[in-house]
């Protein structure tokens, strides 16, 4: 039996550099449930720890697999690489990615790979993952284990959890927990409620990942899991939150039965926070703090555009309540590589106006995206490396230079506005709160941004060499406005359910 397995998640990107830094709960959720097959499972996140502890671990510890996490494109070189380096170190050891974007580009990382990764598990990977060590230890063929992909072969696909909750994210195998935080909410740590979304905006892929599919767990195993965490805060990262009141206020009863007090950051749409106003209300009550909002426009086109599926008095209602009931938001909007300076300043013009957190993304087509299907032909830079959302990867109207003076104004400004003198002033209590017990997370986040976004950097990522570039979508030339099937675009179907799990 394949004993011992390493699990890795990779580095971070620019976004995190600065805002924030999550465990990787995907991942915790695949060790759990290698653990409860018998496995012994180490993990390094490389967020906070380095490439020179994988190298340690696979010369000390010897493991039989290693397993790498992507759920960012902008990942996939780094993971290959590693691979190789797997391979290189440990000839016998096999290896296997899963994730959101490895399960979008599974063949294509394959190739690039060259043999240095053996499999690719596309979605949920607490279901394959055990299979897959068994077949590798017993030297079987993984080649028809549900969601499993082989060089060439895109092989059966994968089968959802009937219930996704019962591994609970094996926290107890991460280490230097302290570093993980959002904002002020420092340390942090990080929980699921929900999983999916059935919404279809078309710049998204969470949508696709889960065929619209939208699983709740269940109340009392939440309360479980979220009684379980150590950290005063927390991050439900569902992709949309509360949209079915009843479960909302479900594990609002949990969370009042077991007396939990914790500050909560959660991200949901601005119809449901209409629409279910007084879970909203109550999880104020219970420590809610932070929201994000995605806003994504700021105007009627460009929420059509998006296939957003809200109108702008819908947005404004929602923000009009979150203020309401003190609950501190973000938004964000996104970019469009066409805008010229004059749209850029409209947007600076507003973020100004409106008390929110406002944050700016660039338009980005991902695999599994419906935009990716009509918008790839068209990319200035098959890097995968550029596929974060803060760098401009289709022609930009104005000259690339000039595009990231911008969006880097922008997000100064932005920036000045939460981060000003000011707001450092009004922060200046939390600061101290946090240094007295040793986290210096947020802090240093307040001093970073200048080193962090600027205009030559941003230039100079496109002059890297591109050893693995991203491939483009095999149905040439799809037109705007023309919609994709499922078959083209899901990777799970709603319908593919495992019996067990
Ligand atoms: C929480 C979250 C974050 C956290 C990071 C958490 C972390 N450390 O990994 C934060 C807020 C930092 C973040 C930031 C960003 N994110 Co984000 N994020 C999410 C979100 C909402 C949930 C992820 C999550 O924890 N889900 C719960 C766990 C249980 O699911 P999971 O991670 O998918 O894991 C399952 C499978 O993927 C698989 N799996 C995962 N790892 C492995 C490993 C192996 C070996 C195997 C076999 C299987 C496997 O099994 C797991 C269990 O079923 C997703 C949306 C989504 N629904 O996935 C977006 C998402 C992943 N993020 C996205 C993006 C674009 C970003 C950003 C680039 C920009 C931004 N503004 O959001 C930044 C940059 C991140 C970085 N690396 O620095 C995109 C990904 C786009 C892409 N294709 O690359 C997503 C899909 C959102 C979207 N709407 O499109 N993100
Ligand atoms: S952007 Fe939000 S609402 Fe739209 S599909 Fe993605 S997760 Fe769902």
Same mark, same amino acid.
């Given at each position: 039996?394949?004993?011992?397995?390493?699990?890795? &998640? =990779?580095?971070?990107?620019? #976004?995190?550099?600065?805002?924030?830094?999550?465990?990787?709960?995907?991942?915790?959720?695949?060790?759990?449930?290698?653990?409860?097959?018998?496995?012994?499972?180490?993990?390094?996140?490389?967020?906070?720890?380095?490439?020179?502890?994988?190298?340690?671990?696979?010369?000390?510890?010897?493991?039989?697999?290693?397993?790498?996490?992507?759920?960012?494109?902008?990942?996939?070189?780094?993971?290959?690489?590693?691979?190789?380096?797997? $391979?290189?170190?440990?000839?016998?050891?096999?290896?296997?990615?899963?994730?959101?974007?490895?399960? #979008?580009?599974?063949?294509?990382?394959?190739? &690039?790979?060259?043999?240095?990764?053996?499999?690719?598990?596309?979605?949920?990977?607490?279901?394959?993952? +055990?299979?897959?060590?068994?077949?590798?230890?017993?030297?079987?063929?993984?080649?028809?284990? =549900?969601?499993?992909?082989?060089?060439?072969?895109?092989?059966? =696909?994968?089968?959802?959890?009937?219930? +996704?909750?019962?591994?609970?994210?094996?926290?107890?195998?991460?280490?230097?927990?302290?570093?993980? #935080?959002?904002?002020?909410?420092?340390?942090?740590?990080?929980?699921?409620?929900?999983?999916?979304?059935?919404?279809?905006?078309?710049?998204?892929?969470?949508?696709?990942?889960?065929?619209?599919?939208?699983? $709740?767990?269940?109340?009392?195993?939440?309360?479980?899991?979220?009684?379980?965490?150590?950290?005063?805060?927390?991050?439900?990262?569902?992709?949309?939150?509360?949209?079915?009141?009843?479960?909302?206020?479900?594990?609002?009863?949990?969370?009042?039965?077991?007396?939990?007090?914790?500050?909560?950051?959660?991200?949901?749409?601005?119809?449901?926070?209409?629409?279910?106003?007084?879970?909203?209300?109550?999880?104020?009550?219970?420590?809610?703090?932070?929201?994000?909002?995605?806003?994504?426009?700021?105007?009627?086109?460009?929420?059509?555009?998006?296939?957003?599926?809200?109108?702008?008095?819908?947005?404004?209602?929602?923000?009009?309540?979150?203020?309401?009931?003190?609950?501190?938001?973000?938004?964000?909007?996104?970019?469009?590589? /066409?805008?010229?300076?004059?749209?850029?300043?409209?947007?600076?013009?507003?973020?100004?106006?409106?008390?929110?957190?406002?944050?700016?993304?660039?338009? @980005?087509?991902?695999?599994? @995206?419906?935009?990716?299907?009509?918008?790839?032909?068209?990319?200035?830079?098959? /890097?995968?490396?550029?596929?974060?959302?803060?760098?401009?990867?289709?022609?930009?109207?104005?000259?690339?230079?000039?595009?990231?003076?911008?969006?880097?104004?922008?997000?100064?400004?932005?920036?000045?506005?939460?981060?000003?003198?000011?707001?450092?002033? /009004?922060?200046?209590?939390?600061?101290?709160?946090?240094?007295?017990?040793?986290?210096?997370?947020?802090? $240093?986040?307040?001093?970073?941004?200048?080193?962090?976004?600027?205009?030559?950097?941003?230039?100079?990522?496109?002059?890297?060499?591109?050893?693995? +570039?991203?491939?483009?979508?095999?149905?040439?030339?799809?037109?705007?406005?023309?919609?994709?099937?499922?078959?083209?675009?899901?990777?799970?179907?709603?319908?593919?359910?495992?019996?067990?799990?």
């Amino acid at each position: 039996m394949a004993s011992r397995v390493l699990l890795v &998640h =990779p580095s971070p990107l620019i #976004f995190s550099e600065i805002f924030l830094r999550l465990e990787p709960l995907g991942v915790e959720c695949v060790a759990s449930a290698l653990e409860a097959a018998g496995y012994d499972v180490r993990l390094i996140d490389l967020q906070v720890l380095t490439a020179a502890d994988v190298r340690a671990t696979l010369k000390s510890w010897r493991p039989d697999a290693v397993g790498f996490s992507v759920n960012y494109l902008a990942n996939v070189p780094e993971v290959i690489d590693l691979a190789r380096e797997v $391979k290189a170190t440990l000839p016998q050891a096999r290896v296997f990615v899963g994730g959101h974007s490895a399960s #979008f580009v599974a063949l294509e990382m394959l190739a &690039h790979a060259d043999g240095a990764i053996d499999c690719v598990i596309r979605g949920e990977g607490e279901g394959a993952s +055990p299979k897959v060590l068994e077949a590798f230890a017993s030297g079987a063929s993984v080649q028809g284990i =549900p969601g499993v992909v082989t060089p060439g072969d895109l092989g059966a =696909p994968p089968l959802l959890l009937p219930n +996704p909750e019962k591994h609970m994210p094996a926290r107890h195998l991460t280490s230097k927990r302290r570093k993980y #935080f959002i904002g002020e909410l420092d340390p942090c740590a990080s929980i699921e409620f929900t999983r999916g979304c059935p919404w279809d905006c078309n710049f998204c892929s969470a949508w696709t990942f889960y065929g619209r599919s939208y699983r $709740k767990f269940d109340a009392a195993a939440a309360g479980e899991d979220l009684a379980s965490i150590r950290e005063p805060n927390v991050f439900i990262v569902d992709d949309v939150a509360f949209i079915r009141p009843e479960h909302g206020m479900a594990i609002a009863d949990e969370v009042e039965r077991r007396g939990i007090q914790k500050r909560y950051y959660l991200e949901t749409r601005a119809d449901v926070l209409v629409r279910n106003r007084e879970v909203f209300e109550r999880w104020t009550r219970l420590g809610l703090r932070y929201m994000f909002v995605g806003v994504e426009a700021i105007d009627e086109d460009g929420l059509k555009r998006f296939r957003k599926r809200v109108v702008m008095s819908e947005n404004d209602h929602a923000l009009q309540i979150a203020r309401e009931l003190g609950i501190v938001v973000a938004i964000n909007i996104i970019a469009d590589p /066409d805008w010229d300076e004059q749209r850029f300043e409209i947007v600076r013009q507003w973020a100004l106006e409106v008390p929110e957190i406002v944050n700016m993304t660039i338009s @980005t087509p991902y695999p599994g @995206t419906e935009i990716w299907l009509t918008d790839a032909r068209r990319f200035t830079s098959r /890097d995968y490396r550029l596929f974060d959302v803060q760098h401009a990867v289709l022609p930009t109207r104005m000259p690339l230079r000039k595009f990231y003076g911008e969006f880097v104004k922008t997000q100064d400004v932005l920036n000045k506005k939460h981060l000003g003198w000011q707001a450092v002033y /009004d922060v200046f209590g939390i600061t101290m709160r946090l240094l007295a017990r040793g986290q210096t997370n947020f802090l $240093k986040m307040l001093w970073k941004f200048n080193d962090v976004y600027s205009v030559d950097r941003l230039m100079r990522d496109h002059e890297g060499v591109v050893k693995y +570039p991203i491939g483009l979508p095999a149905v040439a030339h799809r037109q705007a406005g023309v919609r994709p099937s499922a078959d083209e675009l899901y990777i799970h179907h709603p319908t593919a359910i495992a019996a067990t799990a």
